[in-house]
């Protein structure tokens, strides 16, 4: 198993405190040691960093954990594999254009018979069920519309492909084309939205406080979704099981 | 205009030394400040950073000068925006799946009317000629293999697809698709191959030195190629112009 985190703001927000915390579950206080990535949107690009190294001791993720970078939506993921040897291709997120627009996908869980699917355009990389269903859903997409979607067509064609991929087994999954973050979940994941008035949060995994207070204006909305809450003195509530939830403007729509 | 570096050798090898002087060129010692990238392939995986600070002053040109990531192949580039603004879509090197392989694309000069041309299955994300011409390629390289193509059907397919963006002007470009460094060149590029015995050099950008016979073994074989001598001491050739170089085992075929 693996672990997400995933953010959506209505403005350029710093994720270090919520990664400080998903980068310890990497080898430190979490068994996910089998290496970590992440995407930062920015924008219609997107800055990825991946890692095969434990997430608790890579280098990488040290400097992500001091280096203030903004981004209205990230997508990151700590791995524990199962399926797909530890390597640098098989690390989430992963990514494909289409449409022009860079579409990242994270998954946690593990998907019967699903390398048997067969594929079209899109082919993985590496040699993860989580890939390999990836894969599927941009194959799926891309024969259902030519162009871009709207909003409310790409929302109903991810939950029904979400959903037919979820049949084959535990699908936790964030996926973004960079406008609206999508969660995906049939087990466990958790989302709290902030927002004014912001308030004192200390970190699970160390001893980490922020007061969001100091670092947002009162307009600020930021969500923030991870397979564990990664706070210990605020309430994280459970996403629905087996349906889509969209993010969009910092907030769960 | 921009400077690409690139790197091929037959073991995984350390890139900082040529690294640093090429990043000193993005708003250094040179004009190049509007961003950079830099791609490393490990086995199937391709690493990827981005950045659309100037390289000379950007925190994660910093960590990797002093992170020493190996790579048999490496794709870099510093830009100096003419078409497309500074943006994180615009830097290069950019990169697309094709037959289940990360395929990488870096491009310095300027292409007429090459946007006019029309596209498939692979469109842009920014707005550079350059992505653009790369996505051309793409879609030709996918119209004509259905599967990753032997090493020698893919060096003529290249051949004479460069070939023919580079009608439209200066067309220097580097790609890799994690086998082979290519590098094609309309109007300058430099090349060295390092091998035992193997000497000092002195980067020109910078007051950095350094003995390669401390960092390699007798077999290693290391092809460089930079838009311009990196370093003040050691003989560069200049890749023929108009005809694809063909890089693989730290050697051009």
Known sequence: MCELLGMNANVPTDIRFSFAALARRGGATGPHRDGWGIAFYEGRGARMFHDPQPSAHSEIARLLRDYPLKSEIVIAHVRRA???????????????EIWGRAITFAHNGQLKGVKKTPLGLYQPIGTTDSEHAFCWIADRLRARFSTLPSLSALDRALQELCSEVAERGVFNVLISDGRTLYAFCTKTLYYIVRKAPFGVATLVDEDLRVNFSDETTPNDCVAVIASNPLTRDEVWSELPLGRLSVFRGGGLL
Chains 1, 2 share one sequence.
């Not at 199962?82 to 494909?96: K, M």
């Open 82 to 96: 199962n399926r797909g040897r530890v390597a640098l291709e098989n690390t989430h997120p992963f990514t494909r």
